[in-house]
């Protein structure tokens, strides 16, 4: 018998396996599918204050093991969050789930997590300081380490539950931003937000993508996620959550070797709606395959 | 929905860059014509949706041209073949809306999810017409399956080679219809848009990532508010699109 429970800012999760925000609404569409209380937990489709369309279509362009999407937060607004999608995914779901916020302004951060931190069924909330699609007036918090500090701190100071921020690799040295999120009072980091990437129509000779670029993602991607998280891991005390191209249990492992003390999965969903509960029942025979009885011991074991 | 690994029962070519593909599995997530399957390609990281020709109870039939990698590699495929495929996805089209005297029309590679729904329609006693929209003689398929049917099957091409010479919209113009069902290219909708009468609905295309609702890959405004293509449409009612 062997053990995939982690704790996760003093949340006990059943396994580490965590659908990412964006790849699986929330949550009650997959519950037609499969009992997704198999599940970690889940991050719920990034919420911003006020109900966004998102970008023009093309959103969507494939790569070698890959995608990039530029959705650009397309989501009901808090307040629809609140009212009409929480309430669906609570007759499904029996386990807290993680609130995935973004933000134009610090205050709009403040105003969207103060409303749902009143929310019983959040566990935690992730801070979206990295999304490569939404550009308002320049600003890309997670890019700048102080910018980052002071979305992190000024959400801090207004929850109760804890604080995750989720960084983007497309700047010099993440383990900078990963540093100062912590110093700011971040509970825990997680990475990697999507690489900004594109492609090219040889037909039309134009980008696939509408917007131009967007947020590339998928196994691809998955040696650059492992190494930021590697790299932060030796830099910050707080828990790390890994994500970029994770795809199966033994990615899983590697994640969590690598630092990683729960694992998000995310472009997996959209071509295997099951990749996840297909993920959670690959791990025990995945575990005993490389002699691991407890996964949280694994945590940070290639350092 | 429902995901399966389906046998490739036959492959064949129906013109230069069109293929009908019979697949044999589990069909039961199949409720209405005009819904898509979602195959997974070799080589592809995103699956292939491909609209729904016909199925019974054991099998799927789909025709899909050939427009890039995902599409080539399919039509490579051997009968015997295996395909991992999400089945029974979007909404399909609305038959209970027909009325007596249903106009259908269908523009190239939009023609196929027309098959079933005129199938349908004719199993209701509805008298359907048929309108195909070709470029020219050897693009044309799927007319004998529509004339089989019982449907009145109306052909035209661009360059006049068979049929009445023009568009879709050519050959509109003077029927008389209750109720119109189309798919095909985004240039003949809104002429056909201009020239239709009465109620009706459109089947849109559109770049998705997942296929079951889950990206936000392809939304559109309606004014019902956003919706997905894969999963609140692929079929929109005309009242609610936004031109």
Same mark, same amino acid.
């Given at each position: 018998?062997?053990?995939?429970?982690v704790?996760?800012?003093?949340?006990?999760l %059943?396994?580490?396996?965590?659908?990412?925000?964006?790849?699986?609404?929330?949550?009650?569409?997959?519950?037609?599918?499969?009992?997704i209380?198999c599940?970690?937990?889940?991050?719920?489709k990034?919420?911003?204050?006020?109900?966004?369309?998102?970008?023009?279509?093309p /959103?969507?362009?494939e790569?070698?093991?890959?995608?990039?999407?530029?959705?650009?937060?397309?989501?009901?607004g808090?307040?629809?969050?609140i009212?009409?999608?929480l309430?669906?995914?609570k007759k499904v779901?029996g386990?807290k789930?993680?609130?995935?916020v973004?933000?134009? *302004?610090?205050?709009?951060?403040?105003?969207?997590?103060?409303?749902?931190?009143?929310? %019983?069924?959040?566990?935690?909330?992730?801070?979206?300081?990295?999304?490569?699609?939404?550009?308002?007036?320049?600003v890309?918090?997670?890019t700048?380490?102080?910018?980052a500090?002071? !979305?992190?701190?000024?959400?801090r100071?207004v929850?109760?539950?804890p !604080?995750?921020?989720?960084l *983007?690799?497309?700047v010099?040295?993440?383990?900078?931003?990963?540093?100062a999120?912590e110093?700011?009072?971040?509970d $825990?980091?997680?990475?990697?937000?999507?690489? @900004?990437?594109? /492609?090219?129509?040889?037909?039309? /000779?134009?980008?696939?993508? $509408?917007?131009?670029?967007?947020?590339?993602?998928?196994?691809?991607?998955?040696?650059?996620?492992? /190494?930021?998280?590697?790299?932060?891991? %030796?830099?910050v005390?707080?828990?790390?959550?890994?994500?970029?191209?994770?795809s199966?249990?033994?990615?899983?492992i590697?994640?969590?070797?690598?630092?990683?003390?729960?694992v998000? !999965?995310? $472009? $997996?969903?959209?071509?295997n709606?099951?990749?996840?509960?297909?993920i959670?029942? %690959?791990?025990?025979?995945?575990?005993?395959?490389?002699?691991?009885?407890n @996964?949280?011991?694994?945590?940070?074991?290639?350092? | 929905m429902?995901?399966?690994?389906?046998k490739?029962?036959?492959?064949?070519?129906l013109?230069?860059?069109v293929?009908?593909?019979? =697949?044999?599995?589990d069909?039961?997530?199949?409720?209405?014509?005009?819904?898509?399957?979602? =195959?997974?390609?070799?080589?592809?990281? =995103?699956?292939?949706?491909?609209?729904?020709?016909?199925?019974?109870?054991?099998?799927?039939?789909?025709?899909?041209?050939?427009?890039?990698?995902?599409?080539?590699k399919?039509?490579e495929?051997?009968?015997g073949?295996?395909?991992?495929?999400l089945?029974?996805?979007?909404n399909?089209?609305?038959?209970?809306?027909?009325?007596?005297?249903?106009?259908?029309i269908?523009?190239?590679?939009?023609?196929?999810?027309l098959?079933?729904?005129?199938?349908? =329609?004719?199993?209701?006693?509805?008298?359907? &017409?048929?309108?195909?929209?070709f470029?020219?003689?050897?693009?044309?398929?799927?007319?004998?399956?529509?004339?089989?049917?019982?449907?009145? &099957?109306i052909?035209?091409t661009?360059?006049?080679?068979?049929?009445?010479?023009?568009?879709?919209?050519?050959?509109?113009?003077?029927?008389?219809?209750?109720?119109?069902?189309?798919?095909?290219?985004?240039?003949?909708?809104?002429?056909?848009?201009?020239?239709?009468?009465?109620?009706?609905?459109?089947?849109?295309?559109?770049?998705?990532?997942?296929?079951?609702?889950?990206?936000?890959?392809?939304?559109?405004k309606?004014?019902?508010?956003?919706?997905?293509?894969?999963?609140?449409?692929?079929?929109?009612?005309?009242e609610?699109?936004?031109?």
């Open positions: 018998m062997v053990n995939t429970k704790d996760l800012c003093g949340i006990e %059943d396994n580490p396996v965590i659908p990412a925000s964006g790849t699986f609404g929330f949550g009650y569409e997959f519950a037609e599918l499969y009992d209380n599940l970690g937990t889940f991050s719920f990034g919420t911003t204050l006020e109900s966004r369309f998102g970008n023009p279509t /959103r969507i362009a790569c070698t093991s890959g995608m990039i999407n530029s959705v650009g937060l397309q989501n009901p808090v307040h629809g969050v009212e009409h999608e309430p669906e995914l779901f386990k789930v993680m609130a995935n973004g933000g134009f *302004t610090v205050d709009e951060y403040i105003e969207c997590c103060t409303l749902l931190d009143k929310v %019983d069924l959040i566990g935690w909330f992730e801070i979206n300081i990295s999304c490569p699609n939404v550009h308002a007036g320049g890309n918090f997670g700048d380490a102080k910018n500090a002071d !979305v992190i701190s000024a959400v100071k929850v109760s539950k !604080v995750i921020a989720k *983007t690799p497309n010099t040295d993440i383990t900078e931003i990963a540093v999120c110093e700011a009072g971040a $825990a980091i997680s990475l990697i937000n999507t690489l @900004l990437g594109m /492609r090219i129509d040889l037909k039309t /000779r134009k980008p696939v993508i $509408a917007n131009k670029m967007g947020g590339f993602s998928g196994p691809a991607i998955m040696p650059v996620a492992l /190494r930021a998280v590697y790299q932060v891991y %030796d830099k005390k707080v828990p790390v959550i890994g994500m970029g191209g994770v199966s249990a033994k990615d899983v590697e994640m969590m070797l690598a630092g990683a003390t729960a998000e !999965v995310g $472009a $997996a969903n959209l071509v709606p099951f990749a996840c509960r297909d959670i029942n %690959d791990l025990p025979a995945t575990m005993e395959k490389y002699n691991i009885s @996964l949280s011991e694994i945590i940070g074991g290639a350092h | 429902t995901q399966g690994i389906y490739v029962i036959k492959n064949e070519k013109t230069e860059t293929y009908r593909m019979v =697949l044999e599995g069909t039961s997530a199949l409720t209405a014509p005009g819904q898509f399957v979602n =195959l997974t390609v070799e080589g592809c990281y =995103l699956r292939r949706p491909i609209s729904v020709f016909d199925w019974d109870d054991t099998t799927v039939t789909i025709i899909y041209k050939v427009v890039g990698e995902g599409t080539e399919m039509s495929w051997k009968d073949s295996k395909a991992d495929v089945v029974g996805l979007g399909g089209f609305d038959v209970a809306k027909s009325g007596d005297k249903p106009l259908l269908g523009g190239g590679v939009g023609i196929p999810p098959y079933g729904l005129c199938k349908r =329609l004719v199993a209701e006693g509805k008298k359907p &017409t048929v309108i195909l929209g470029n020219k003689a050897d693009e044309i398929f799927c007319k004998e399956d529509f004339l089989a049917a019982g449907a009145e &099957t052909i035209t661009v360059d006049g080679s068979v049929g009445i010479k023009g568009f879709v919209t050519d050959a509109m113009k003077n029927l008389d219809y209750t109720y119109f069902y189309t798919c095909g290219p985004m240039p003949m909708f809104r002429a056909i848009e201009k020239t239709a009468q009465g109620g009706g609905e459109y089947s849109f295309e559109e770049r998705m990532g997942c296929g079951f609702g889950a990206c936000m890959g392809c939304s559109c309606t004014k019902y508010g956003n919706k997905r293509i894969c999963k609140d449409g692929p079929v929109l009612q005309r609610e699109i936004i031109w």
